[in-house]
């Protein structure tokens, strides 16, 4: 039997191709790398290396032991995954979303409908969230624009736009909105959670710099102890935002509106029909 840690290191030398280079990468001596590929090779029994004065590389024996260590390390890693996915699902229900406020919005709906079990939620892009339902990492996955992949069911969920809360007495503040345009330049607080919102802003004002602040109550000990700006939306907004003479105006760019969908594979819409009705416009 081949430990696993051996593969590792020989497919890592596979695709360095030096010693050292395979030795840098696993954090390991050049030595201590050197005796595991003697190691590997009297398990194997057959030669797998062509050695010269002071490099050894790859023979074709070896290329093709290379390619199914890597194939073993790849299943490896599916069984591990998979394992602890169908652990994770047969007690929490697994929600990724692209932004804190409308996984937030979900929680109640499935802790309703799933009292017996834990809610998990983490943020991730669109991308990541299509891959972690398919590999079953989530159950449920809050997207900001319609999925174009196949096995999944998805149900419009809600609309959010961005906004800009100001002081009173900024230059911008009796504007009935602004662009990301009139934004650019500032100096603007924001919430970490705000995910995919996040890099939206950064596309768009590549001058602005966001101060960005992961814990809800620092956001607003920030904003009540600064005069600096602070993104907003519509569904965020609180009565605290317009206190103090503070103004929340919308951004009235298209790109700031969004249409956020919940998805699920296709397979399992049946469980979570209710959660899907729930959310029904």
């Not at 069984?79 to 929680?107: D, H, Y």
């Not at 009139?182 to 919430?191: E, Q, S, Y």
């Amino acid at each position: 039997m081949v430990e696993i840690f051996l593969l590792e290191q020989f497919v890592a030398f596979a695709q360095c191709g030096t010693l050292s280079r395979a030795a840098a990468r696993l954090h390991i001596s050049q030595p201590a790398l050197s005796r595991s590929m003697k190691k590997l090779e009297d398990l194997f029994g057959v030669p797998l290396f062509d050695r010269a004065k002071s490099r050894i590389t790859l023979n074709e024996t070896g290329k093709v032991a290379a390619r199914y260590a890597l194939r073993v390390l790849e299943a490896d890693r599916e069984m591990v995954e998979q394992t602890l996915a169908f652990e994770r699902k047969s007690r929490t229900i697994a929600l990724g979303a692209c932004a804190f406020l409308p996984a937030n919005a979900l929680l109640p709906i499935l802790q309703r409908h799933f009292s017996g079990m834990t809610i998990a939620s983490e943020i991730a892009a669109d991308d990541k969230l299509v891959q972690g339902l398919r590999s079953h990492l989530y159950q449920l996955a809050v997207l900001h624009s319609r999925p174009d992949a196949d096995g999944l069911f998805c149900r419009e969920y809600m609309d959010e736009r961005l906004c800009i809360t100001l002081p009173a007495g900024h230059p911008l503040a009796s504007q009935k909105t602004v662009s990301f345009r009139d934004l650019d330049g500032m100096r603007i607080l924001a919430h970490g959670g705000s995910g995919f919102w996040l890099e939206l802003c950064r596309e768009h004002m590549h001058g602005t710099k966001l101060l960005v602040e992961d814990s809800m109550e620092m956001l607003g000990e920030l904003v009540d102890a600064s005069s600096l700006p602070v993104f907003n939306s519509n569904r965020a907004m609180t009565p605290r935002d317009t206190s103090g003479g503070r103004v929340t105006l919308p951004i009235a760019d298209a790109t700031a509106h969004i249409t956020y969908f919940l998805a699920c594979l296709d397979c399992e819409r049946g469980k979570y029909r209710a959660v899907f009705d729930a959310i029904r416009p």
